[in-house]
């Protein structure tokens, strides 16, 4: 007697492509059901929209190149001053700020001529970041920007380039449109080393989705430059079983803290982290908790505790897809930061481009688009893209989407999304 199959039930038999490649029943046959088969139907592309959409990020990018409505770099040359103390006192005295205010005066006096005036300001950030641009100590001041600028931008942008999944127009809007919000070229110009740390995560994140976890959890040793703004990922690989990731990353980590150590001495570590102990420099909390939700005390403590503690928790149930697990660590980050700036939602780029690989379908897509146009360089100058105090508003929502997703159970945005292997 012959079974009967059910209904919208579909056989056929292929090859494999992959030696054991688990993509057959016993006898090479695989059973699909009609939502799995139309899911799998590449619908045709409107290309009129697509290269609409691709023409709008271009010409957003075009004003973001064109347009400098920042002071041209203000935090490179701080960077650059850290450096000559390091390189000419001993790195030892990097966080001697008198030293540093000695450096920023000669690397750009006020008669110099650069447009705008230099701002005299202490050197807050790690000592990797004095390291990273002391090779163009001794340069001037024009001339190392414009090396650093092109750096910092040219490896966010190849970053993107190199790491994306999608195919066609999206692949490219989706580039293009991680690199158009105003905050991107506020970080370059302002010479801001926050870049590197998005270009790491991108990077990572498709070395993770190959299995290539050693090479990304070294990649992303590049969050220490600023630890702030990615500081959640590497733990949220270990709660996602990625322990290769997270040990290559622990023994990366230590690596540089021992070379650190070994370059500033004893004296020079305790003098960074008594300047972690000072007051947070004005305007600092405004895309924090405290400047989107005035929390402060207690509050903010058990806020931080709940968010840590969805993102840990959404990560392990998101074990099986790296791809969200990142984005998801990153903004978890950026929510619970003491205090950000501007130039900081670089990370919130490359978290929003990588949902955008990880998650094709409209549903996702839709509102990323609207979070470029609304980060636009055109609304920021015009005053229409929404004040720093609402960002972490929409950090918030984009952190609920990814993990109402890791719980909810496999539904039409599960089948829609591209798995990274387990």
Not at 303 to 321: E, T
Request: charged share 10%.
């Amino acid at each position: 007697m012959s079974r009967r199959r059910p209904p919208c039930v579909w056989e056929y038999r292929y090859r494999s492509p992959r030696v054991g490649h688990a993509t057959a029943g016993a006898a090479g046959v695989v059973e699909i059901t009609g939502g799995t088969l139309f899911s799998r139907v590449k619908i045709g592309e409107n290309r009129v929209a697509l290269a609409a959409a691709f023409g709008f990020v271009a010409l957003a990018l075009i004003l973001d190149l064109a347009i400098r409505h920042d002071p041209i770099s203000v935090d490179f040359h701080t960077y650059l001053a850290a450096a000559q103390v390091g390189l000419q006192d001993g790195w030892s005295h990097l966080y001697d700020q008198g030293l540093v205010a000695v450096q920023q005066a000669e690397i750009s006096p006020p008669d110099s001529g650069w447009r705008p005036a230099q701002i005299a300001q202490p050197f807050l950030s790690p000592p990797t970041v004095a390291f990273l641009t002391a090779p163009l100590a001794g340069l001037p001041l024009n001339v190392a920007y414009v090396f650093w600028a092109v750096f910092i931008f040219g490896a966010f942008a190849l970053a993107l380039a190199w790491a994306g999944v999608s195919r066609g127009w999206a692949r490219w809007i989706a580039v293009i449109g991680a690199l158009t919000p105003w905050f991107v070229m506020h970080a370059v110009n302002v010479g801001q080393v926050v870049p590197l740390v998005a270009a790491g995560t991108v990077v990572a994140w498709r070395l993770l989705r190959d299995r290539r976890d050693v090479l990304a959890g070294l990649v992303l040793v590049t969050i220490l430059l600023k630890p702030n703004t990615a500081v959640l990922v590497p733990i949220a690989l270990l709660f996602a079983w990625r322990v290769r990731a997270f040990v290559a990353w622990l023994v990366g980590a230590m690596a540089v803290m021992f070379a650190v150590v070994l370059t500033m001495g004893v004296d020079g570590v305790s003098a960074y982290l008594t300047q972690l102990q000072q007051p947070l420099p004005s305007g600092a909390d405004n895309l924090t908790l405290h400047g989107a939700l005035y929390a402060t005390g207690t509050f903010a403590l058990i806020l931080r505790v709940l968010i840590v503690g969805a993102v840990l928790a959404a990560a392990y149930k998101l074990r099986s897809s790296p791809g969200l697990v990142v984005p998801l660590a990153i903004v978890g980050s950026l929510i619970v930061a003491p205090y950000l700036h501007g130039s900081d939602l670089c990370l919130l780029a490359a978290a929003a481009w990588m949902v955008w690989e990880e998650r094709p379908a409209t549903s996702w897509r839709v509102p990323l688009a609207i979070g470029w146009v609304l980060a636009s360089p055109y609304l920021y100058l015009k005053g229409f893209s929404p004040e720093l105090k609402l960002w972490p508003w929409l950090e918030i929502a984009l952190l609920l989407a990814i993990v109402i997703a890791a719980w909810r159970p496999l539904t039409v945005w599960a089948d829609s999304r591209t798995r990274a292997p387990a």
